[in-house]
């Protein structure tokens, strides 16, 4: 068993449509991305993101190329934290954060192998409490 070369790159944002309209179409904020056997911590700020109900918005931003996961053996668990803001018509704040920890099945020798991670993150209008969620997915590649 020994560790696997890693990337992480941001795919794409979803923000599904039929649900509460929290009145937001432009965010901010911050991705963090590491993993559990000797990755260092990454984190990749976005701004302006325009992403409406009913949206799939790719994005394809590099969150972490380094050391993670293991070869022939071993799962390492991942961590996603995401951090969203933006401000409605009114100037409310609109704004969610969601940690996830997932875990990754070892790659086989000589194998590139890729899954996308599904992070949900629910975000609500302070001013008039409409909740939302929208999904971010993060494709993983590891290489042995």
């Given at each position: 068993m020994g560790s696997a070369f890693m990337n992480c790159v941001i795919?794409?944002?979803k923000f599904p449509s039929g649900q509460p309209?929290?009145?937001c179409t432009v965010w901010?904020?911050?991705?963090?991305?590491?993993a559990s056997n000797g990755s260092y911590a990454?984190?990749?700020?976005?701004?302006?993101?325009?992403v409406a109900p009913g949206d799939i918005v790719p994005v394809g931003a590099l969150i972490y190329d380094?050391?993670?996961?293991?070869c022939v053996s071993g799962t390492a668990d991942?961590?996603?934290?995401?951090?969203?803001?933006?401000a409605d018509s009114a100037a409310n704040i609109v704004a969610g954060s969601f940690f996830a920890r997932r875990p990754r099945p070892?790659?086989?020798?000589?194998?590139?192998?890729?899954?996308?991670?599904?992070?949900?993150?629910t975000v609500t209008n302070s001013g008039t409490g409409a909740?939302?969620?929208?999904?971010?997915v993060f494709t993983v590649i590891t290489v042995c």
């Open positions: 795919k794409e944002v309209d929290v009145d901010s904020g911050i991705l963090d991305f590491a990454a984190s990749h700020p976005f701004e302006n993101l325009v380094g050391i993670g996961g293991f991942l961590y996603f934290r995401v951090t969203v803001a933006g070892a790659t086989l020798e000589g194998k590139t192998v890729a899954i996308d991670y599904h992070v949900p993150v909740a939302a969620t929208k999904w971010f």
